[in-house]
């Protein structure tokens, strides 16, 4: 009991490193980060064919032991943004430091993008994303998607194995190592803020 108590109590020391990747994100951020998506291979196709997409700059991820997860987004349909949206995800098991990366979640249709925006919307084990940075390279083995090096952030290299329940997510490292985000987990609350 002790030593989850220390855990907690270490995992909420570390909480102003979320606080200060969720604060990173400004509007220059956003167009970064989708300008990146739209130029990082997999992730590219995606913009023509998705009804809607939501943008995460900066996701800061930290723990010893129990860890977890922040970042703030934004959430367009049609390249027009329509919302905010927070993640947060809390895991336990073995796991030290911090690492941060941007994300993207696509989704096919309203349908997915209604999912998403009930305000507790939750993404199931069966559900992960890659990343790949310059000089890395990585496959997955269960959908085939194999994935080459890249020669650094403008062209950074992304896969995914394509839509699950009407989602697709892609995530690009950050600091220049290859990361696997596991994003089994991940919350989202969801605030309206635009037309559609």
Known sequence: ????????????????????????????????????????GDSAAFFSTSYAYAVFPTVGEAGFIVGGARGTGHVYVHDKLVGDTTMTQVSAGFQAGGKAYSQIIFFRDKRALDEFESGSFEFGAGISAVAVTAAASASVATTGATSGASGGKKDAATMSGGYQKGMAVFTIAKGGLMYTATVAGQKFSYTAGGER
């Open 1 to 40: 009991m002790r030593m989850i108590a220390k855990s907690i109590a270490k995992f909420f020391g570390l909480a102003p490193l979320f606080v200060i990747a969720a604060g990173a994100a400004y509007a220059g951020d956003y167009s970064d980060t989708i300008a990146l998506f739209k130029n990082a």
